[in-house]
């Protein structure tokens, strides 16, 4: 493995100086379940590492009782988002994703904001903080500043950070009443891999506990980035939410995905698979939104 040197700044502050004193020489590292193994395999090639794990930040998801809103930090493990009773309760579409991430040993040090900012079409905690209308707090040499999720990827391991700016948290909204969400990982087999599709749907109802007020389709491994299928989500909202809705919305989702062929599945199986997992996905999420 090619040699870099090791620092561990105290602060984003310092960490942000030390990226800009060594320019694109230098490479953050939070958990390093994807930094590390990269380096291994010769696909990234830093002569610095900047750890930002000893950084003293939120550790644990925390709702703001006053605005509604849910703070994740960056630096947060999977583990941790995974075994939080908030998440468990109040967002399960988030903990259906992060449960299925790597194995236990991983997701013990693996951190969401890594997750994001490695951006691979087959990132798991993308799909439900799109879906949750998510808002990714970035902070650099100018300042902080705000991007809607939605937009934050910009292609296959590209996202909007720029130079020595750092992911710090991820902010999201008030969720309201008789809400509900769910996610699944599609794969070959049940085991430790990279997703084959990954579907998630965020699920609101109107008072009378059947028609769609708000819908969210997500998709993830159906395009270079991970998007929401607006079409899909059109022919939803306001309408009764049934088998056959379900299914057409899935339908439509599936003509929205831009699938292609690749060693973990054909681009018509794949294709077929969106419009079964939407439908899937969307009846739990109705189950759960009529629980809440």
């Not at 699920?203 to 270079?224: H, N, S």
Request: charged share 20%.
């Amino acid at each position: 493995m090619r040699k870099f040197t090791y620092l561990v700044p105290k602060s984003l502050n310092e960490a942000i100086s030390m990226h800009e004193s060594h320019g694109g020489l230098a490479k953050y590292m939070a958990g390093g379940t994807d930094v590390i193994v990269k380096i291994k395999e010769g696909k990234l090639a830093p002569d610095y590492l900047i750890s930002l794990k000893h950084i003293i930040a939120q550790d644990r998801p925390f709702l703001n009782t006053e605005t509604g809103e849910l703070y994740i930090g960056a630096f947060t493990t999977h583990r941790a988002i995974e075994c939080s009773p908030l998440i468990q309760r109040r967002y399960p579409i988030l903990h259906d994703a992060v449960s299925n991430i790597g194995s236990v040993q991983v997701r013990n040090v693996a951190t969401i904001g890594g997750n994001l900012v490695n951006a691979v079409p087959s990132a798991d905690g993308a799909i439900p903080l799109i879906a949750l209308d998510g808002k990714a707090h970035i902070y650099g040499p100018k300042g902080y500043r705000l991007i809607d999720l939605g937009r934050f990827f910009l292609g296959p391991g590209q996202c909007d950070i720029q130079g020595a700016e750092i992911l710090t948290e991820i902010i999201i909204p008030p969720q309201a009443p008789r809400t509900g969400g769910a996610y699944i990982k599609h794969g070959r087999r049940a085991a430790m891999e990279l997703p084959m599709l990954g579907v998630g749907v965020l699920l609101g109802l109107e008072q009378d506990m059947a028609t769609c007020a708000k819908v969210r389709i997500c998709l993830g491994v159906a395009a270079p980035t991970p998007f929401r299928a607006r079409q899909a989500e059109k022919h939803l909202t306001g309408k009764a939410v049934t088998e056959d809705t379900l299914a057409e919305a899935g339908r439509i989702a599936a003509g929205e995905s831009r699938v292609r062929d690749s060693i973990r599945g054909l681009a018509w199986y794949r294709r077929e698979m969106v419009a079964v997992l939407v439908k899937r996905m969307g009846a739990v999420a109705l189950e759960r939104a009529k629980g809440n």
